[in-house]
């Protein structure tokens, strides 16, 4: 793959999305967008290369916005970054913790510290973004107001675990070739309306050994009974296995589209079930 010359993100400069941008191309531009439509439209019209977009937290889930953005977007995911994050409570100079009464910032940050909020028993604002959190509340200079966002003070995070795991989106399909290591397929599907559909689908993926290591499931235009299945599994669509597991859903499904097919990241040979 061709190394980029513009890499698009949500938020502002210093967001975590834009340190990612950072660790895995570092000689790209990195380019700022104001929302994740943003940042599709940019791909989609040749404005930008690529796109570091974040789907998972290990703390706060998902971002919900990029699963009903993905599948009509016509972008393609080429690959995936790990990214521990490290938050940091920001204020004007001067302020006390003790001063402080609200602490502003992306949702998803303000989620992932939650019990340090409310240890403090400040007020959480959500926000746009974290960077822009941090610089509206320098611009401020309000003793009262802080902010979370990256890489700049003391961790304040809850868990130690906090990870970000983001998506790297192009206009092209760019396939990992097979048999050169592990390799990621993401698909969405919206099985038929037939009973325990959804049970039959996924049936082949058992019975032909196929790991599946995301499931996740959302409304389709807010209509409750319309619903959308976006799915992760290790292997490649030209491995016999996933083949005929694919085929298998496939028959029970009113529609199937493979999202990408890319190398799985290293972060990956970490991951271990936890005890219950």
């Known amino acids: 793959m061709a190394i980029p010359s513009k890499v698009v993100f949500q938020g502002e400069p210093g967001a975590n999305s834009h340190l990612a941008i950072q660790e895995v191309y570092p000689d790209a531009e990195a380019v700022p967008c104001p929302t994740f439509e943003d940042c599709f439209a940019a791909i989609s019209a040749g404005e930008a290369d690529l796109g ?4 998972e937290n290990s703390v706060a889930g998902r971002v919900a916005d990029i699963h009903h953005l993905m599948p009509e977007s016509g972008l393609h995911i080429i690959g995936e ?3 521990p994050v ?7 100079k001067g302020a006390t913790l003790d001063g402080i009464k609200t602490v502003e910032s992306h949702v998803h940050a303000l989620g992932q510290c939650r019990k340090v909020i409310r240890k403090l028993g400040i007020r959480p604002i959500v926000a746009a973004d974290t960077a822009g959190s941090a610089r509206e509340v320098a611009a401020a200079g309000d003793k009262t107001r802080a902010a979370i966002a990256s890489r700049l003070a003391a961790d304040i995070e809850d868990e130690d675990h906090n990870t970000t795991r983001f998506i790297v989106l192009a206009r092209a399909a760019q ?4 048999g050169a290591g592990p390799v990621v397929t993401t698909f969405v599907f919206r099985v038929r309306n037939v009973p325990a559909a959804l049970y039959k689908g996924l049936g082949g993926f058992a019975t032909n050994g196929v790991n599946m290591t995301k499931l996740e499931s959302y409304m389709v235009e807010g209509n409750f009974f319309a619903t959308q299945f976006y799915a992760d599994v290790e292997g490649h669509p030209e491995d016999r296995a996933l083949v005929l597991a694919l085929e298998e859903l496939a028959f029970f499904s009113k529609e199937m589209k493979i999202l990408g097919v890319y190398p799985a990241h290293r972060f990956r040979a970490t991951f271990e079930e936890t005890a219950g």
């Open 81 to 83: 970054h790990f990214m």
């Open 52 to 55: 570091m977009i974040p789907i």
């Open 175 to 178: 396939w990992a070739k097979n």
């Open 86 to 92: 490290r938050h940091q409570l920001l204020a004007p």
